[in-house]
């Protein structure tokens, strides 16, 4: 796929990956619109960058959604690049987290993405072209104790892409999940951290994230060549192939983890608050 002319839609586009998404496909010719929550941060990100524009989107809104789309198509004519990019993060155990933490967590990265499809999907197909690149994560492919509501939202967006992928077909229409891995963005300080010291926990990663740049990079890579799955990062495509490989030893890792992060595990009353706030990245 060439980029150049394309017409592209980013949520979560303010920050992160999104924001890097945005301007390496500006970069390669794309008309980008950026969509966030937060509309301030996006309109800075499309302020440099050539003919994008930025919206404000709440994912969480169907009809916000559809008519985000109805409006790009109404300007632009048609959508060739929808990147489902916006997302919340969450650590902790079951036993730690709230029904808000879940309800949060299943909003914004699962019914986000379907939102995504429903508004983008018929237009790709009455248009018989386009492409739609879900992001998901590594913990969306094995086992992931210690965060299980955001696991679960992740690895139903791989499905729900794999199954899409093979419905579209032989219709025009292109389906890929993301898988990034640890990546350096504001994710790891606006993430929940249910029953836990996010400060210490970030603070024992052995190594530092893969900046964000890198990744849109070979993000872009994977959807030129049409990749069902885009793994970023070597250390997600290892721990995939091992798992499949051998389950016992990928669960073996995932309790390894989960062991590491009951470190610094907390039982204040305050892990478990009533309400909380939403915000994508």
């Known amino acids: 796929m060439a980029f150049a002319g394309r017409i592209a839609l980013i949520t979560g586009a303010g920050s992160g990956i999104g924001r890097a998404l945005a301007r390496a496909l500006a970069a390669r010719g794309a008309q980008v619109v950026l969509a966030d929550l937060d509309l301030r941060a996006a309109a800075k990100v499309a302020e440099a960058l050539p003919g994008a524009q930025a919206v404000q989107l709440d994912v969480r809104s169907a009809a916000d959604f559809h008519a985000c789309v109805q409006e790009i198509v109404a300007e632009k004519g048609r959508l060739d690049l929808l990147f489902n990019n916006a997302g919340v993060g969450l650590a902790g155990e079951v036993r730690d987290t709230s029904l808000a933490d879940w309800q949060r967590v299943i909003d914004v990265n699962l019914w986000g993405v379907v939102h995504g499809?429903?508004?983008?999907?018929?237009?790709?197909?009455?248009?018989?072209?386009?492409?739609?690149?879900?992001?998901a994560s590594g913990a969306g492919l094995l086992p992931r104790p210690g965060m299980a509501a955001y696991a679960a939202s992740k690895h139903a967006v791989v499905g729900l892409s794999r199954a899409l992928r093979d419905e579209a077909a032989g219709m025009g229409v292109r389906v890929s999940a993301v898988c990034p891995g640890h990546i350096a963005t504001g994710i790891t300080h606006s993430t929940r951290y249910a029953g836990l010291d996010g400060q210490s926990l970030q603070k024992s990663i052995p190594f530092a994230g893969m900046p964000a740049e890198v990744c849109a990079r070979r993000i872009l890579r994977g959807v030129a060549r049409n990749r069902p799955l885009i793994m970023v990062n070597l250390l997600t495509r290892l721990e995939h192939l091992l798992f499949r490989l051998w389950p016992a030893l990928g669960g073996w890792l995932g309790r390894y983890r989960l062991q590491r992060m009951r470190?610094?595990?907390?039982?204040?009353?305050?892990?478990?608050?009533?309400?909380?706030?939403?915000?994508?990245?």
């Open 117 to 135: 499809i429903d508004a983008a999907y018929p237009q790709m197909l009455q248009q018989g072209s386009g492409h739609i690149v879900n992001t």
């Open 263 to 281: 470190a610094f595990r907390q039982t204040s009353p305050e892990n478990h608050p009533e309400t909380l706030p939403c915000s994508t990245s």
